[in-house]
């Protein structure tokens, strides 16, 4: 279990992995695989990426503001119904604004002590949450979009793995189909 201090230092530097991480994947894969959804009704590695700047921009600055300026409350979020329309930016372009965005609340989030992981606030939809919840919830939010985009890349590739494909078969969505 870690204490109070090691989650904040864990959070700011895990939270500021991401840069690096999706500057890569941008730069270094071509847009036609960054844009491929894992399968019909997934999302694909540049959705993850706009829905992490959509958290980045919008849902976690308001939460991160909440904690560390006293508040009670905040409002909860529905990617499906609330998620910015950036079907004419490219990736680079969603990047730039992610990488700025994660710069300010890396930021903001330095401000934070240990006595403030106790706070408590209501999401509207889940009720009473503390400050360090949030933050174990922000940083599995960070791997969860990071591992499903690594997922979507790699669908192309495991079918034509030949013998190998068996080792993939926990992210081999085209043979569960």
């Known amino acids: 279990m870690m204490t109070d201090t090691d989650l904040l230092q864990t959070t700011r530097s895990i939270l500021a992995l991401a840069p690096a991480q999706w500057t890569a994947f ?3 894969t071509p847009t036609a695989l960054l844009t491929l959804p894992a399968a019909p009704g997934e999302w694909s590695a540049f959705q993850c990426l706009c829905h992490l700047l959509d958290t980045e921009s919008i849902i976690f600055p308001v939460r991160l503001h909440t904690f560390l300026d006293g508040g009670t409350s905040f409002p909860g979020f ?6 910015t329309d950036y ?5 680079s372009e969603v990047l730039k604004l992610f990488l700025q965005h994660r710069r300010d609340n890396l930021l903001r989030l330095s401000e934070a002590r240990p006595e403030y992981l106790s706070r408590q606030a209501t999401h509207t939809q889940l ?5 360090a919840q ?14 499903q985009a690594q997922r979507a890349i790699m ?3 495991i079918p034509a793995s030949g013998p190998w494909r068996h080792y993939f078969v926990d992210h081999d969505l085209s043979a569960k189909a």
């Open 155 to 157: 669908q192309p590739f």
């Open 134 to 147: 949030f933050l174990n919830e922000w940083v599995a939010h960070d791997f969860n979009h990071t591992v």
């Open 78 to 83: 529905n990617p499906d119904a609330e998620s």
């Open 26 to 28: 941008v730069q270094d």
């Open 127 to 131: 009720g009473p949450v503390t400050f």
């Open 87 to 91: 079907s004419q930016h490219s990736p």
